[in-house]
């Protein structure tokens, strides 16, 4: 019984120890560790994940942490309060190693930040946040999420069509983005059902 709750701290103290750039640098490492090595959710419950974090306030890997944390201990055959638990467990395990963390060396940052090594590690760290981005982004380009020309021609173009007028929208033309996950929700109620 508590073994999942073992699983779940260990597997989100590991994202968060190793998540650099954010949120959305964790994604990925979120998704494999979930989805792929133990199996608590499938891909399409954690795009849902990944919808539901970005409409909701606060950090995306932390909304993530904690609804994977419900859904896994949900899926393990808890009910609601002990599901809770997963979800607080996985947020604490997710948050306590950058805690940690910036307590060490918070001193030591501001006393060697401008020294040649620390530049040195954080010219090397942003290629890979960079790269961490785009991997949780290719991640989430499934079947499931956009459906197959030969399976379903409509919902394949009109999610190809909702995902590059969200990328336009929010890249070039600037639009605020909580519009334009209401405009493509509203879109999707519309369109695909």
Not at 58 to 85: E, K, R
Not at 158 to 176: C, D, Q, R, Y
Request: hydrophobic fraction near 55%; proline fraction near 5%; charged fraction near 5%.
């Amino acid at each position: 019984m508590t073994m999942v709750y073992l699983q779940l701290f260990l597997t989100f103290f590991e994202i968060g120890l190793f998540g650099f750039g954010g949120g959305y640098g964790m994604l990925s490492l979120i998704q494999t560790e979930t989805v792929i090595h133990h199996h608590w959710l499938s891909t399409a419950e954690f795009t849902n994940i990944v919808a539901i974090s970005q409409m909701t306030p606060g950090p995306i890997g932390i909304n993530s942490a904690t609804y994977c944390g419900y859904v896994a201990a949900h899926n393990a055959g808890f009910n609601g309060s002990m599901a809770v638990l997963g979800a607080a467990t996985a947020t604490f395990a997710l948050v306590l190693p950058s805690f940690i963390l910036m307590i060490l060396i918070s001193k030591l940052f501001l006393k060697y930040m401008h020294s040649q090594p620390v530049m040195d590690v954080f010219s090397g760290l942003r290629p890979a946040v960079v790269g961490l981005l785009a991997a949780a982004t290719l991640l989430l380009l499934t079947p499931e999420n956009f459906s197959t020309p030969s399976e379903n021609p409509w919902q394949f173009w009109i999610s190809v069509a909702l995902f590059i007028s969200t990328f336009v929208g929010t890249m070039w033309l600037k639009i605020n983005p909580i519009r334009m996950i209401c405009w493509a929700a509203f879109a999707g109620l519309l369109l695909l059902y």
